[in-house]
């Protein structure tokens, strides 16, 4: 982490210290008893300390970055924003990668970008945005793999472009010959699925004082309320999207398209037996890392399921097992999933590394200045670009309730 953002966290936490001291401390009539008012005095100290030390590295940073009337970034024969800004203009690690970048993005959200210092052009998009901080996006990530249960069993990659992933439709065969015999030849067929970049928007919409208030952790605000958007949105398109109105194709319109990929069970309801044999409807390699998929209510109905002598088949596990398991299987579940009722794929099963999460590039934000200005609110549109596939259709399959 940059030295001058250290500082800066440090500066934050010590004038948040010194105002709760106040809060604690001050009397009825405003004052301070002699022994708290040295002690106030010592936090003051403090923290102007640390002011005067990110001055002196403030001072350095852009000392280093101008040289002789020209940039070091000039002098490299990059193109240079404008030397005589004040702003820095190279960084150890640069453009949206960089400390600075992420330090200026979040202080442009405090003043609704209107403070969008030159630094920010590292990221600055045709059409009015800018692309989030590498930091800041891997902490909306981080929220996405919290909520999003997909994210935690499903394989994950970057992509540039569209991606064509090929997979082994039909498996070769050996055959026995006899010596001199001639050799059937048999061969795989290979097909590929195609992830694109569904586009995924969310607006935050907040007070302009709340944005402002330098005592409030606006950056964790800003990615726990839009990781939190972007993981039901793309939890539930993951599941049940059709493919149409911009969504992506979910896991169960995809296992829909083949009829060997769903199970019925064998009454109205699930039982025991439709359980064990949905395990061995796949294959042995896929069933050493497989999971089971299913809302919360349906696990509900699993874990009531008894034998003749009215004994529950499943104990559950009081020391607090994450996830459950059954039939030795682990048990994920997500409430996107349709309830165990006639007509509906209710649980799925399988090595879910072969669903693969495409994400196109970081996350862009870009700021809402005239929707809700009598309001004195402040919005903020955020996207992704993201799509899912299931890659080889023999690793999964779904339990439908007949």
């Known amino acids: 982490m940059n030295k001058i953002w250290d500082l800066c966290r440090e500066k934050d936490y010590l004038v948040l210290e010194a105002s709760k001291f106040l809060d604690e401390h001050t009397a009825e009539d405003g004052t ?5 008012a040295a002690e106030y005095e010592r936090m003051e100290r403090q923290i102007q300390s640390v002011k005067d030390n990110i001055d002196r590295h403030e001072r350095l940073q852009r000392s280093a970055s101008y040289n002789g009337g020209q940039s070091t970034r000039a002098i490299l024969g990059q193109p240079c924003a404008n030397p005589f800004s004040g702003d820095y203009s190279t960084h150890q690690r640069g453009g949206i990668i960089g400390d600075e970048y992420h330090r200026n993005f979040i202080q442009a959200f405090r003043t609704n970008f209107k403070d969008a210092r030159n630094y920010l052009r590292e990221g600055e998009l045709s059409d009015g945005g800018w692309l989030c901080p590498t930091s800041f996006n891997d902490e909306i990530v981080t929220k996405l793999q919290e909520e999003n249960v997909l994210r935690q069993i499903c394989r994950t990659i970057a992509t540039e472009s569209t991606h064509r992933v090929p997979f082994v ?17 048999s061969s795989a067929s290979f097909s590929t699925v195609t992830l694109e970049a569904h586009k995924l928007a969310a ?10 208030d330098s005592f409030y952790d606006l950056e964790n605000f800003l990615t726990d309320e839009l990781g939190r958007a972007f993981a039901r949105a793309e939890e539930e398109s993951f599941l049940n999207g059709d493919g149409t109105n911009n969504q992506p194709l979910g896991l169960l319109p ?4 083949s009829a ?3 199970l019925q069970t064998t009454g109205a309801q699930i039982s025991a037996d439709d359980l064990i044999t949905l395990t061995y409807s796949i294959d042995r390699p896929y069933r050493r890392s497989a999971k089971f998929l299913m809302s919360d209510s349906t696990l509900a109905l699993v ?15 009081y020391a607090g097992e994450e996830p459950p398991k059954i039939l030795g299987y682990p048990v994920y579940t997500s409430n996107y999933l349709p309830p165990a009722i006639s007509g509906n794929t209710c ?3 399988g090595d879910f590394s072969f669903v693969t999460i495409a994400e196109r590039g970081n996350r862009q934000v870009r700021p809402l200045r005239e929707k809700f200005a009598l309001s004195d609110k402040v919005a903020f549109l955020a996207i992704e670009r993201v799509d899912i596939g299931l890659t080889d259709h023999h690793a999964l399959r779904g339990l439908k309730i007949r």
């Open 203 to 212: 607006c935050l919409l907040a007070t302009s004082e709340l944005i402002q």
């Open 32 to 36: 301070l008893s002699a022994k708290d």
């Open 260 to 262: 060997s990929s769903i």
């Open 169 to 185: 439709a039909t498996q070769p065969s050996a055959n026995w010959v006899g010596e001199g015999d001639e050799i059937e030849i």
């Open 254 to 257: 995809t296992l829909a398209q």
């Open 303 to 317: 874990r009531r399921i008894k034998d003749a002598d009215q004994r529950y088949i499943w104990e559950p596990n």
């Open 347 to 349: 649980v799925l099963f």
